[in-house]
């Protein structure tokens, strides 16, 4: 526990640093506020505006959320049938790897005029860049059991079914985990892309990534910049959140969540 | 019990792993299969096991195919195998649980195993709290929750230190008194062979081959004791030698 708490006391150290450094440098350069506001006029920023600072994140937590929760259970279901077909997994498998490699950035204004604009569509672009991380690390998991543990189910004449419920399921947890973890991060990524090109139905209100794009059209930098901030504690959020429960899950059997309950 | 008639296997166009194995296991027989790698020891088992079937030839297990007497047949691995999200007693009923035997019975059935291998104590720890040769016990209670009638076993302690090793051959032959099973075991060790087996079977290379059956007549119990008698050295030194003309030929 204590060397957990020199860590964050290193890390609180450094950030307080980095906030007088940055401080320092504005009263030494005289920058404008639009170009580079002062700690303090961004943290007045956030005290001032934070309702409406408060309902942005709430929309884009709302969005990467819905995306991540489906591309879970659409991932899941999709890598349950390449383990079950190999030939399949042989046709579509490729397909994962291209959903994986095409930019978003040209994607999601493709999305936004098919479905139109709105919370669905932003949830659509999150959703689709969550997809393969999930599909790739849970099929993995899926297929990747030990021959000799599929040969003892079938020494107890197991089923098909009851070999994919008690051994491939359980098996591809942490290897599922994995893939939940590399997609909570991106869907925040994910969801803010989507809003940049979203728009909104009010002027001025809608998820952070719309938030940005109205801030800094109004040259209201120090908005931006608490914005921002507010983007990196969600992201930070649904990572911890992850790691939360891979613990919870996983902590009594698996190596990879193990570290938490140690010391 | 058991019967291989005339089996043959090869994978692909490479030359055959076994060659015409001819072997009869009576009930109650404890037998070692033993030879140097690439005899086909452990190819033998699958075949028993019907994991694999074989190329030409039948087996026949209580007069049945190998897939349809699996329900009398239990299974011990090289390694534990066993499932790290489940606790010690829910993998000692898994074989229990996927014959859908009802849970009232398997929790007695399971109790009984898990004491008779000595691990009451960790009956809910985790697999990966559990030493070497107590995961192999786990392993072991795990083949008997099922009241097997015959008993296949690869190297199952190969990977244990020799002590470890010593103690669980004399605790498999005390559970064997008890049950009353029909075993065939594959080994590397002469020693460990002499000691568990009613009889051993020396195997010979390229192709899988009998090369020479050897019946051990030492009496039961057999304990720690035994292994230091001067009839239970005869019978290594028998084997080794009958080894030794295996791997140089």
């Given at each position: 526990m204590k060397k957990y708490s020199i860590t964050l006391l290193n890390a609180l150290a450094v950030f307080a640093g980095l906030l007088l450094l940055w401080q320092g440098l504005d009263l030494l350069l005289h920058l404008p506020p639009y170009m580079l506001p002062t700690p303090l006029a961004v943290g007045a920023a956030v005290v001032t505006r934070f309702p409406s600072l408060v309902a942005s994140l709430a929309i884009t937590a709302e969005e990467a959320a819905g995306g991540l929760a489906a591309s879970i259970v659409v991932g899941l279901l999709i890598a349950l049938v390449f383990a079950q077909f190999r030939w399949i997994r042989r046709m579509f498998y490729p397909y994962t790897i291209l959903l994986q490699t095409v930019p978003i950035l040209a994607v999601a204004p493709l999305i936004l005029m098919w479905v139109g604009p709105g919370t669905l569509?932003?949830?659509?672009?999150?959703?689709?860049?969550?997809?393969?991380?999930?599909?790739?690390?849970?099929?993995?998991?899926?297929?990747?059991?030990?021959?000799?543990?599929?040969?003892?189910?079938?020494?107890?004449?197991?089923?098909?079914?009851?070999?994919?419920?008690?051994?491939?399921?359980?098996?591809?947890?942490?290897?599922?985990?994995?893939?939940?973890?590399?997609?909570?991060?991106?869907?925040?990524?994910?969801?803010?892309?989507?809003?940049?090109?979203?728009?909104?139905?009010?002027?001025?209100?809608?998820?952070?990534?719309?938030?940005?794009?109205?801030?800094?059209?109004?040259?209201?930098?120090?908005?931006?910049?608490?914005?921002?901030?507010?983007?990196?504690v969600l992201g930070f959020a649904f990572f911890f959140g992850v790691m939360f429960l891979e613990w919870y899950f996983l902590h009594n059997w698996h190596e990879s969540a193990r570290t938490m309950t140690e010391e | 019990m058991l019967t291989l008639s005339n089996v043959s296997k090869s994978y692909g166009s490479s030359p055959p792993?076994?060659?015409?194995?001819?072997?009869?296991?009576?009930?109650?027989?404890?037998?070692?299969?033993?030879?140097?790698?690439?005899?086909?020891?452990?190819?033998?088992?699958?075949?028993?096991?019907?994991?694999?079937?074989?190329?030409?030839?039948?087996?026949?297990?209580?007069?049945?195919?190998?897939?349809?007497?699996?329900?009398?047949?239990?299974?011990?691995?090289?390694?534990?195998?066993?499932?790290?999200?489940?606790?010690?007693?829910?993998?000692?009923?898994?074989?229990?649980?996927?014959?859908?035997?009802?849970?009232?019975?398997?929790?007695?059935?399971?109790?009984?195993?898990?004491?008779?291998?000595?691990?009451?104590?960790?009956?809910?720890?985790?697999?990966?709290?559990?030493?070497?040769?107590?995961?192999?016990?786990?392993?072991?209670?795990?083949?008997?929750?099922?009241?097997?009638?015959?008993?296949?076993?690869?190297?199952?302690?190969?990977?244990?230190?020799?002590?470890?090793?010593?103690?669980?051959?004399?605790?498999?032959?005390?559970?064997?008194?008890?049950?009353?099973?029909?075993?065939?075991?594959?080994t590397h060790s002469v020693a460990e062979a002499v000691f568990l087996s009613t009889r051993i079977v020396v195997l010979a290379p390229s192709p899988g081959r009998i090369a020479q059956e050897i019946t051990i007549s030492l009496p039961f119990p057999r304990t720690s004791v035994t292994r230091g008698s001067s009839q239970f050295e005869s019978f290594v030194t028998e084997v080794s030698r009958a080894l030794r003309g295996v791997h140089s030929a």
């Open positions: 569509s932003v949830t659509l672009v999150a959703f689709i860049i969550c997809l393969a991380p999930i599909i790739a690390n849970a099929t993995q998991g899926l297929i990747s059991v030990e021959p000799n543990l599929v040969h003892l189910f079938l020494m107890h004449n197991a089923s098909k079914l009851q070999i994919l419920t008690r051994l491939r399921l359980p098996h591809a947890v942490p290897s599922l985990f994995v893939g939940i973890r590399i997609a909570a991060g991106i869907s925040v990524i994910g969801a803010i892309t989507g809003e940049l090109f979203a728009g909104s139905s009010r002027v001025g209100e809608g998820g952070l990534g719309y938030s940005i794009l109205y801030a800094s059209s109004q040259l209201q930098t120090d908005y931006l910049f608490a914005l921002v901030l507010a983007a990196t | 792993v076994l060659q015409q194995i001819d072997l009869v296991i009576d009930q109650g027989e404890f037998v070692s299969l033993i030879g140097p790698s690439g005899c086909g020891k452990s190819t033998l088992l699958k075949l028993i096991s019907g994991l694999t079937s074989p190329g030409s030839g039948s087996i026949l297990v209580d007069g049945m195919t190998p897939v349809q007497a699996r329900k009398a047949v239990s299974y011990i691995f090289q390694d534990a195998t066993l499932l790290p999200w489940r606790t010690v007693s829910r993998n000692v009923g898994l074989g229990l649980e996927l014959e859908n035997v009802s849970r009232e019975s398997r929790k007695q059935k399971v109790e009984s195993l898990i004491e008779l291998v000595g691990l009451s104590h960790v009956a809910r720890a985790y697999p990966r709290q559990l030493s070497g040769g107590m995961k192999m016990r786990v392993s072991v209670a795990r083949a008997l929750a099922t009241t097997p009638r015959l008993l296949l076993m690869d190297e199952p302690f190969g990977a244990l230190d020799e002590m470890t090793r010593d103690r669980l051959n004399e605790e498999l032959l005390r559970l064997r008194a008890e049950q009353n099973w029909t075993a065939v075991f594959v």
